[in-house]
């Protein structure tokens, strides 16, 4: 037997539609907000995530489905959406055009991490990617979308958020840190001390607790933005308070990849387990850029769909549709046709064995149809079909040419 590779999940039948429910939701959010529909491709060259997401990142050195394709390209299964998203946006001259761009987009991640509940090797993010606006209100907005997604969902949640600065005041903060780090090296772990020299900032969200407790005392760049850095963090906080979103300011936030400036954040939560974080994202001013466009300030997020799964609550399930049955062979052909002009409208099932009444109720059940309609002997001679709502429990039968 076959089965699905280690981290990866096949969606099955009762999964699919929490699934669909939660992009559903996602989507019409979007749309709410202005965003419009972009797919881009799963594989990309890998310099795109080298150059975006950033070398030295866990993502990039450990974690990448990169290979060569039979041309020998260096490819990769995209880590991530927002890189593609960006390369797209430069790639159609998007970046040339003066108006300012919204995009959501969902589909499949690929990360060779090592799995355990909440994190798997393919996994799924809706996400968002707003291009073209520099103002503090895009990143209070664009918070706002998801929590409302979450609050549409039923999904409770901490919002967590940070500063991490602009080239005028990460700069000097970095030696800052790298100084204050270097003194401490000893007390830290090897993965500390590998990224005092490769990518000190991610220093302060090693998980170890030793290091954490070494970490306390280390300058905090939320105390050391410039003038307009801070101003603007002022302004998202008197927001957020304003629209009675909670948050906490964690001074150790900085994210996983290294495309970010000025605000960061995730949403967790702990209903989940280790693997807490639901959504993350973040201001990107500088990406566009780098990867060759038009400078183009960036914010935007993405959610991870397997790890709200469970935490989703679903509306309550409405019958819908008809479950067309025959008790003799007969009649089938008929409720073929009745099938095939009721489906202009609405949803159809049918039943192609002759059964029994007893069988074809279980299976108008289990169909979730609100209609039940049966064709036995009597009905076939009187050209009439039975019909039971299967929700107020009311019958009766009809001639057939009135359906
Ligand atoms: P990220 O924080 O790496 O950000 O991923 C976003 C979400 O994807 C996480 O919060 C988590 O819910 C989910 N996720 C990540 N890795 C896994 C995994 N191995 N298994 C299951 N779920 C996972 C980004 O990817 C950025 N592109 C977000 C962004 C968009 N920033 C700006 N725009």
Redesign the pocket.
Known sequence: MINPLRGMKDLTFEESIRFNHIIQTAFSVAKRYGYGYIETPILEETTLFKRSVGDSSD?VTKEMYQFKDKGGNDVCMR?????GVVRAFISSKLDRQPVKQKFYYYGP?F?Y?RPQK????E?H?F???SFGEASVYEDFTVITMVSQIFNELGIGFDLQINSLGCSECMPPYRENLITFLTEIKNDLCEDCNRRIGTNPIRVLDCKNEKCQSELKHSPKLIHNLCESCESDFKKLTTLLDKAEIAYIIDTNLV???D??NKTAF??VSNEIGA?S??????R?DKLVEFLDGKPTPA??????I???MELVKMPEETKEGYYLGAMVPEAVEKLLLLAANKRQSGKVMVEYASKGFKSHMKGADKSHARYALLIGEDELQNGTVWIKNLENKEEKTVPFDTL
């Not at 974080?277 to 973040?282: S, Y």
Request: proline residues 2%; hydrophobic residues 35%.
């Open positions: 993502i880590p991530e959406g927002t890189a991640m990360r991490e909440g994190r798997l090797r996994f993010q996400g968002c990617e994210r996983g990849l495309y970010y995730e949403f693997q974080a639901i959504a993350g994202g973040g990107y914010v935007g997020f993405a959610i991870g397997e790890r709200i």
